[in-house]
C-alpha cells in the first residue's frame, strides 16, 4: 500500500500573507486540506505524512500525521519518508492544491506497470519556447528543442528504496534538489512522465491564489 508526503513546511514568503503557504484560505479551506481530500479518495494510499514548519505542526489535518520539514524542500521530503511506511511513496507540494485524484492514481498506475522504472511524475508539455540564458543573464547561449521539453510538477511517485538511495546524499546536495525525480536520475534511476492536466496549476504568488480560487469556483468546489 502507498504512502503519501505532502510536503507543506515552505514559509511561502512571496505569498505575503505571513502564515505558512499551505495553511492560507484556498476556496473556505486551508490550501492543504485539498490534497489531503484528494489523497484520501484514492483507495491505495494508506497513510498520509504532512511536513510542515516546526512551529506550525497543529496546522496539519486530522488522520495525518505531522512531522517538521526541514530548511529546503528536499530535506522536508527526507523528514517526512522517515516518518511512513509505505511502498510505492507519493510525494506532493501542498503548493499544488488541484492536483485530482485521477492523477495520483495514473501516476501509481504507470509505476505499477512499468516494472523498468524508478519513479513516475506528472508533467506538461512546454507551450513556451525555452532559451538557456547565459551567466551574465541577459545573453541567449542557446535555443531548446521544445518538441522534447516538459514542465515537472508533482505529484511524483516512487519505489520507495529508490526514494531512499537518492535522498541517501548530502544535505548540500539535497539543497540544491528542486525536484526529488532530478535526484533519482542523478542516482541513475529510470523516470517515466504521465501527462498532467493544465489544472494543476503551483501556488506562489497571490495571482495564483485568485486564479485558483477561480477554478475551483469553476469546477463548484
Ligand atoms: O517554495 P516552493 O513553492 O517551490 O515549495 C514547493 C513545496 O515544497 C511547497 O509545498 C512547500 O511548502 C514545500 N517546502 C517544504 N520545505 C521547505 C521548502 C518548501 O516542505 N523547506
Known amino acids: 500500500m502507498a504512502v503519501a508526503l505532502i510536503v507543506a513546511a515552505g514559509r511561502g514568503e512571496r505569498l505575503g500573507s505571513g502564515r505558512p503557504k499551505a495553511l492560507v484560505s484556498l476556496g473556505g479551506r486551508p490550501m492543504l486540506a485539498w490534497s489531503v481530500a484528494a489523497l484520501r479518495s484514492v483507495a491505495a494510499v494508506q497513510a498520509i505524512v504532512v511536513a510542515l514548519p516546526a512551529d506550525a505542526l497543529d496546522g496539519a489535518p486530522e488522520g495525518t500525521r505531522a512531522v517538521a520539514g526541514g530548511e529546503h524542500r528536499a530535506h522536508s521530503v ?17 503548493a499544488r492544491p488541484l492536483a485530482a485524484p485521477a492523477l495520483f492514481e495514473q501516476a501509481l498506475d ?3 506497470l512499468s516494472p523498468e522504472a524508478d519513479a513516475v511524475i506528472a508533467a506538461a508539455p512546454v507551450t513556451d519556447t525555452i532559451k538557456e540564458v547565459s ?13 522534447r521539453l516538459w514542465a515537472v510538477q508533482t505529484p511524483q511517485v516512487f519505489r520507495r528504496a529508490a526514494l531512499e538511495h537518492a ?13 526529488d525525480a532530478g535526484l533519482v536520475e542523478a542516482a541513475g534511476g529510470v523516470v517515466h512522465v504521465v501527462g498532467s492536466d493544465p489544472g494543476n496549476l503551483k501556488i506562489t504568488t ?11 469556483a469553476e469546477r463548484g468546489g
Open 78 to 94: 527526507r523528514a517526512a519518508l522517515r516518518a511512513g511506511a509505505g511502498d510505492p511513496v507519493i510525494v506532493h507540494d501542498a
Open 110 to 112: 504507470e509505476l505499477a
Open 135 to 147: 551567466a551574465d543573464g541577459r545573453t541567449v547561449a542557446r535555443t531548446l528543442h521544445r518538441a
Open 167 to 179: 535522498l541517501d546524499v548530502p544535505d548540500s546536495e539535497l539543497a540544491r534538489a528542486t525536484d
Open 206 to 216: 497571490r495571482e495564483d491564489l485568485r486564479l485558483a480560487e477561480l477554478i475551483l
